[in-house]
């Protein structure tokens, strides 16, 4: 590995006899869908061994389920049948071909489980630390001293199997609520016998289990404990308590992993998974603090997606490991980039929750900025074969720029044309927004990307279908995107009205009183932007919801930043026109003036549709990429584009 650029970061550490090739590691991520019997399929395995070819040190299966009564949905690898050995062996020996090492991560849902039944049925009741009603309405029941023993003699097999599978390491799970961590809560953990009260008492069953995790594997294979460093809950416990746990762990485990928050509360939940209204590595401070009372290697996470920030955690001594998880899909080959030297090539997660929806919605894996996730298996041995050809692209947005840069690295020669004198098309709105910065530094890597395929560039160009059609291309791609719908009311083209134009500079072209025509997803975030700025901000949205477009994730975490803020935001209101006051509106409540300085249309985009099919036959294939088909997200115009440019 070469140390020459992050000396820190890429240095070997090791682990209870067992060497991992840099700091860091790939955090737990559990898989969206398995097959009918809860074992790995060749997609799972092909998205996870993509992560280890990228050059992490290790990469953690997530939600390795020990016990039936555990599991909280029906796609978890079920490690109580030794029949998902075949495929955890398949898994290990494709993270060993790229010197990574394996690891599952081992968990329990407690009080959270069952409320989904692998045969769709309502299942028997939940285990948790005391007799209760969970949040889906299922009935817990307080584990009995046999429970715990048993529960603690699943830990122990499912550990057994793994090292039998060849796995290098697990990762017992204790954090973020799951069923240890439960036990581990004050808030959470209501039993007054010898499993609660004290904090001697509520880590006793996590004690256990590591015991008879040790005993099972031996005293040369390493354990790993999750832990969160805070809950961030009420009457949950503080940094200060979860330093006294991780000194109980201290010398018992072989790595800490301190993490943070409880999954099931929505408001933590941007905490344990950071949104991007949130400071990168916002969780390194907790595993800062445990560090400087164990002996026991610690890791940290938190949204870390920038090696320099990484190479600085690990030479402070806030942390021994850094953990990543959904960098490793924006780019799986983040490791290896940073260490040669090629910083500017790599993609940064914007933390937009595009995953975490595709996760939950679709069961499958996805990334804004990375076409292939989700598509391993097809993706695993290159581009299909193909003669050079001619190819001409109209639009340099990220799906045109997408497009632009397959077709050049399949071997085509490639000329890209831009109206504007930049590229990035409607990213280039996000440049000057604090939490939108990885979503605009995308436009740069892709800039050089264009620039080391060979791609022509040619800006402060507008070209048309007859010139197109006279350059003689054998594939032209339209990628000439959308525009702003702009509500036909009276006063629409007064002064006061501007586009996402004026957000163009620094600071934007926006008056102190702002009225953002539409409420969506752009809208609700330029207010959150323009709030920060220190506007007067109103959203005034036709629906009866704000950012009903948006992922439920993303709009949780607009939600936690909006309750500190002073946006005011008007549903089930419809624009009627704009006057030298502001903008009027016809709400529920009759006719309202929003006084504004300056009124933001945020009303939507609609295709250009016009000029896409105007370069129908300028071309002998002719092929359209993302918002002039239907005006989306930037995940699907970089699809798009990619996928096009396989088809030439």
Known sequence: MNNKYYPNLASPITINGVTFKNRIFGAPMSNPELDPDCHMRKEDMAFHENRARGGLASVAIGLGIVDAVGRTHTKE?????VMSLPSLKEMAKAMHRHNCNAVMELAHGGKYANARSHDGSAGQSAIGPNDEINPDGLTVRSMTEEDIYRVADCFASAAKLVKEAGFDMVLIHGGHGWLLGQFMSPSM???????????ENRMRFPLLVIEKIREAVGCRFPIEYRMSGAEFT??????EEGVEMAKV??????????????????EVFVITHPSMFIEHGCNVFLAAEVKKHVKTPVATLGGLNDPDMMEEIIASGKADIIEIARQSICDPYFPEKAFSGKKDDITRCCRCFTCFYNYLTNRTYSCAFNPVVGNEL??????????????????????????????ANRGHAVTLYE??????????????IPFKADMFRFVKVLEKRLEKAGVTVKLNTELTAE???????????????AKPIVPPIPGIDNHKVVTLEALHQTPPAIGQKVVILGGGLVGSECAIYLDGLGKEVTIVEMKDDWAADSYFMHKNAMKVYMKDSTIKIQVNTTAKAVTEEGLLCTAPEGEILFE??????????????????????????????GDCIRAGRVADAVSNGYYRAIDI
């Not at 690898?77 to 049948?81: K, Q, S």
């Not at 762990?249 to 928050?261: C, Q, R, T």
């Open 467 to 481: 010139q197109a059609a006279e350059l003689g291309a054998d594939v032209i791609m339209t990628a000439v995107g």
């Open 189 to 199: 953990n209501k039993r007054t016998d010898r499993w609660g009260g004290s904090l």
């Open 234 to 239: 009420p009457g949950g416990y503080t940094i």
């Open 378 to 407: 097809e993706n695993k041995f290159g581009f299909p074969a193909t003669s050079p050809k001619k190819v001409v692209v109209v639009g340099g947005g990220p799906g045109g720029m997408e497009a632009a840069i397959t077709a």
């Open 249 to 266: 762990l201290d010398g018992k485990v072989d790595i800490i992993h301190v993490s943070a928050g409880v999954h099931e509360d929505p």
């Open 419 to 432: 109206k504007n004198s930049r590229l990035g098309g409607q990213l280039l709105s996000e440049e000057h």
């Open 77 to 81: 690898v079920t490690l109580y049948d």
């Open 596 to 625: 504004a300085d300056t009124i933001l249309l945020a009303a939507g985009m609609k295709a250009d549709r016009k000029t896409a099919e105007s370069f129908y036959n300028a071309a002998p294939r002719v092929f359209e990429i």
